[in-house]
């Protein structure tokens, strides 16, 4: 649907994507009221979703400028010309409002950690059991107060969570 973007002059469009870049980054969207004449309310809704997906698909995915445009297809040259250099000038900005989103997921932060090794020999339903268990205790600051957390894991679920800080690393090392 980035086709109608061709409705509006191409003069006006730069004004348009920098006000939907604010938008995405948490300032007020651009208002069907100021546009209306160009779309109907359902083409203005799916423009307008597009084109935040394509500015943060951009951003988030560190797409070069080939790849910009070949996500544009569809919209003319210079159209598609006036979209990158909005991009490019806000890249930044863009990438700064989505790193702050995906913070604000959880309020809560590690301050410290201890772990013990132990080994269960038995239980009360088997005799022999030697099983290695993980205590984890983790000291989480969320909302300003000062919580702990305890887990205890066997070895598969050390495993999992192993596998996953490692995944979530992979991602913030990618987003530096």
Request: net charge negative; proline share 3%.
């Amino acid at each position: 649907m980035v086709k109608l973007l061709e409705k509006l002059p191409a003069q006006e469009c730069p004004k348009l994507l920098h006000r939907l870049i604010d938008g995405v980054c948490g300032r007020d969207l651009p208002r069907f009221q100021d546009y209306g004449s160009f779309w109907s309310l359902t083409e203005w809704m799916e423009m307008i979703d597009t084109l935040t997906c394509v500015f943060k698909t951009a951003v988030g995915k560190q797409l070069s400028s080939e790849e910009v445009i070949q996500s544009l297809t569809g919209l003319s040259s210079s159209y598609q010309d006036v979209v990158l250099k909005c991009l490019k000038g806000r890249k930044e900005e863009i990438r700064q409002a989505l790193v702050e989103k995906t913070n604000t997921v959880s309020s809560a932060q590690l301050l410290d950690f201890d772990w013990q090794l132990k080994l269960a020999l038995s239980s009360d339903k088997i005799s022999s059991l030697q099983t290695p268990l993980l205590n984890l205790d983790l000291d989480v600051k969320e909302n300003g107060t000062l919580k702990p957390v305890s887990i205890e894991m066997n070895r598969e679920e050390l495993h999992s969570l192993i596998n996953t800080l490692e995944a979530a690393n992979k991602v913030v090392l990618q987003l530096k």
